[in-house]
């Protein structure tokens, strides 16, 4: 059983910063690929970022990617997002995934974390 807890979500103003960590329970987190997602009221969920279970490679969305950094460590099975110069349409609920194999799809990943929400305002 694979367990996904974030946190380090809040509110902050234009501009200001955040990082978000994501503690994965099991004994498989070192193999995975982890991923941050994002979902906005009445939109659907996007992808943000994802790093290799190595930590060799990292994927950003192009509306992220200079702005964000994902990150891991696998002694401690947690990952992370910090987020700089946050706007406000970064506002969303921000999600952790796990999967084995590298993918920015939603529907390919099989373990969720419930969930922490950022609010960015203006």
């Known amino acids: 059983q694979v367990q996904l807890v974030e946190s380090g979500g809040g509110l902050v103003q234009a501009g200001g910063s955040l990082r978000l960590s994501c503690v994965v329970s099991?004994?498989?987190?070192?193999?995975?690929?982890m991923a941050w997602f994002r979902q906005a009221p009445g939109k659907e969920r996007e992808f943000v970022a994802a790093?290799?279970?190595?930590?060799?490679?990292?994927y950003y969305a192009d509306s992220v990617k200079d702005r964000c950094t994902i990150s891991r460590d696998n002694a401690k099975n947690t990952v992370y997002l910090q987020m700089n110069s946050l706007k406000p349409e970064d506002t969303a609920v921000y999600y952790c995934?796990?999967?084995?194999?590298?993918?920015?799809?939603?529907?390919?990943?099989?373990?969720w974390g419930q969930g922490t929400q950022v609010t960015v305002s203006s």
């Open positions: 995934a796990a999967r084995y194999g590298l993918s920015r799809l939603v529907h390919e990943y099989d373990y």
């Open positions: 099991g004994r498989t987190f070192s193999s995975q690929t």
């Open positions: 790093i290799s279970w190595s930590g060799g490679f990292t």
